[in-house]
């Protein structure tokens, strides 16, 4: 099974619950999961930005192999650049276009 989570929203409290459930879905002996992504954008870029509220899960959830993606559009109107984010993070064109990609190869789509 394959994975995507899908980080847009304003609230810190939301971007919190998805990375805790993508987390805990590492750590679930219950289910045999192939592949974790992460994809990011718009308010939801913040844990991927080095200092960001959050960047200390998604360089947790690196270490574990989860793929974590900032889309490139976001990166762009907010005068982010790769450098700004997390080591580790992939930089994808646009956040829409890598989850329809992702689900078009069978990851569940989660959006807490």
Known sequence: MQTVFH???D???Q???ALTIAKNLTEDDSVEVDDIAIVAQAEGIE???AGGDGSNMVEELLETGVAVKACGNTLELKDLAESDLV?????VPSGGGELTRLQDEGYAYIRP
């Open 15 to 17: 971007r919190q619950t």
């Open 87 to 91: 080591d580790g993070v992939e930089t």
């Open 47 to 49: 844990p991927l930005t």
């Open 7 to 9: 980080l847009i929203a």
């Open 11 to 13: 609230d810190p409290d």
